[in-house]
């Protein structure tokens, strides 16, 4: 669905662009740094998708223009003060993120603050199916947000929080101990990840 990443515009053009989206950011650009610390330029936009197979995701940026982020494991994303992972955003969310450019002129960001949820009712937008899943927990990663589930079959899967989660997830989530056996509905991101919609 998403091209490979590459620079969509010029070195000039490109910088042009950021210090432009940098400018907007006000008070968003003084979260990100008191939350995730200084360096790194800002941009913020609106997601379009997150590419989990070539670790990108788009944004729209205010002028219109599409921007595309390399990310990976360190990459964290911020929502009211929690920690997440960037498989948890979804399309329409507004977010500010700190970046830098590498290599071939594309861009990576290791820090995104959301500023605005498209979905502020616990739901989530993604599309894909959501299927009732089951399986002993193993391992518990509080700060991201994140379980791993033995569903049988020596198949391992890492199940994500959204970050836009009810409290009645967030609290059975922070309930969870390794060895309990959890009955969850979730959506595939990959082979191997699970976005939670909720627990049964």
């Given at each position: 669905?998403?091209?490979?990443?590459?620079?969509?515009?010029?070195?000039?053009?490109?910088?042009?662009?950021?210090?432009?989206?940098?400018?907007?950011?006000?008070?968003?650009?003084?979260?990100?740094?008191?939350?995730?610390?200084?360096?790194?330029?800002?941009?913020?936009?609106?997601?379009?998708g997150v590419n989990t197979q070539s670790r990108f995701l788009t944004l729209q940026q205010s002028n219109?223009?599409?921007?595309?982020?390399?990310?990976?494991?360190?990459?964290?994303?911020?929502?009211?003060?929690?920690?997440?992972?960037?498989?948890?955003?979804?399309?329409?969310?507004?977010?500010?993120?700190?970046?830098?450019?590498?290599?071939?002129?594309?861009?990576y960001t290791d820090s995104i603050v959301v500023v605005q949820p498209v979905n502020n009712t616990g739901g989530s937008t993604n599309t894909g199916t959501v299927?009732?899943?089951?399986?002993?927990?193993?391992?518990?990663?509080?700060?991201?947000?994140?379980?791993?589930?033995?569903?049988?079959?020596?198949?391992?899967?890492?199940?994500?929080?959204?970050?836009?989660?009810?409290?009645?997830?967030?609290?059975?989530?922070?309930?969870?101990?390794?060895?309990?056996?959890?009955?969850?509905?979730?959506?595939?991101?990959?082979?191997?990840?699970?976005?939670?919609?909720?627990?049964?």
């Amino acid at each position: 669905m998403f091209r490979n990443i590459r620079a969509k515009v010029g070195g000039a053009v490109a910088l042009a662009a950021i210090v432009s989206a940098c400018s907007s950011l006000g008070s968003v650009g003084d979260i990100l740094g008191g939350v995730l610390g200084g360096g790194g330029s800002q941009v913020n936009g609106i997601v379009r998708g997150v590419n989990t197979q070539s670790r990108f995701l788009t944004l729209q940026q205010s002028n219109g223009q599409d921007v595309d982020l390399q990310y990976d494991n360190q990459t964290r994303v911020v929502y009211q003060n929690q920690t997440y992972s960037v498989t948890s955003l979804d399309p329409g969310d507004q977010v500010a993120a700190r970046v830098q450019q590498v290599q071939g002129g594309g861009y990576y960001t290791d820090s995104i603050v959301v500023v605005q949820p498209v979905n502020n009712t616990g739901g989530s937008t993604n599309t894909g199916t959501v299927q009732n899943l089951q399986g002993t927990v193993r391992q518990i990663d509080r700060t991201n947000g994140l379980f791993t589930v033995d569903a049988g079959s020596s198949v391992i899967i890492t199940v994500a929080l959204p970050y836009n989660a009810s409290s009645t997830t967030v609290q059975r989530f922070n309930n969870l101990r390794s060895g309990d056996y959890v009955r969850f509905q979730g959506v595939y991101v990959n082979q191997t990840r699970v976005e939670l919609r909720q627990f049964n």
